[in-house]
T-cell receptor, first 110, second 116 residues
Framework: GQNIDQPTEMTATEGAIVQINCTYQ??????LFWYQQHAGEAPTFLSY????GLEEKGRFSSFLSRSKGYSYLLLKELQMKDSASYLC???????????FGKGTRLSVIA | DVKVTQSSRYLVKRTGEKVFLECVQD?????MFWYRQDPGLGLRLIYF???????EKGDIPEGYSVSREKKERFSLILESASTNQTSMYLC???????????????FGPGTRLTVT
């Protein structure tokens, strides 16, 4: 089976740094994706990791450890507009559809 | 810019009705997907398609069917709508693995379906 776990909710302060963790157990691995989803809107792509290590993209970074089945999304200099759900997704092989975790709802407070 | 559009943002149907949800993408993507999203359950895959006239069952295909007659269009059909099919339905598309580089899934805006 496939299992992707991430915390249900997190709260952080404007201007701070927050780390959202994701652990996965899948039959194979062909990439891990992070999406952002604001309430009532479609998910939008944030980042992609297929090799171990850190990928940085502005205020957002994503880390992957394939041996540990672990990833995190790091958000720096938090802004109120970062309040959203963050979805971790894994492609387990080839051209297969993404399998999504249940999402982490992040609330940024002043 | 990739654009995935869905026929309706909000839809209200009665139990037993046949419901059609349409999805169109304009980037010549080979792959198309239908998910439903429910609180506490996340995104769950209903059906997907790698090519015209091809379809594959996802994790929760019961009560649904799909049609892909043209590359850009993927339809989800609820043969006889039931109240437990009240949900947010999200369509997505992507390039196939044969294409170089990153191939994330692009999502449409979603259709919030209520079955009464």
């Amino acid at each position: 089976g496939q299992n992707i776990d991430q915390p249900t909710e997190m709260t952080a302060t404007e201007g701070a740094i927050v780390q959202i963790n994701c652990t996965y157990q899948t039959s194979g691995f062909n990439g891990l994706f992070w999406y952002q989803q604001h309430a009532g809107e479609a998910p939008t792509f944030l980042s992609y990791n297929v090799l171990d290590g850190l990928e940085e993209k502005g205020r957002f970074s994503s880390f992957l450890s394939r041996s540990k089945g672990y990833s995190y999304l790091l958000l720096k200099e938090l802004q109120m507009k970062d309040s959203a759900s963050y979805l971790c997704a894994v492609r387990d092989s080839g051209n297969t559809p993404l399998v999504f975790g249940k999402g982490t709802r992040l609330s940024v407070i002043a | 810019d990739v654009k995935v559009t869905q026929s309706s943002r909000y839809l209200v149907k009665r139990t037993g009705e046949k419901v059609f949800l349409e999805c169109v993408q304009d980037m010549d993507h080979e792959n198309m997907f239908w998910y439903r999203q429910d609180p506490g359950l996340g995104l769950r895959l209903i059906y997907f398609s790698y090519d015209v006239k091809m379809k594959e069952k996802g994790d929760i295909p019961e009560g649904y069917s799909v049609s892909r007659e043209k590359k850009e269009r993927f339809s989800l059909i609820l043969e006889s709508a039931s109240t437990n099919q009240t949900s947010m339905y999200l369509c997505a598309s992507s390039l196939s693995v044969g294409s170089s580089g990153l191939y994330e899934q692009y999502f449409g805006p979603g259709t919030r379906l209520t079955v009464t």
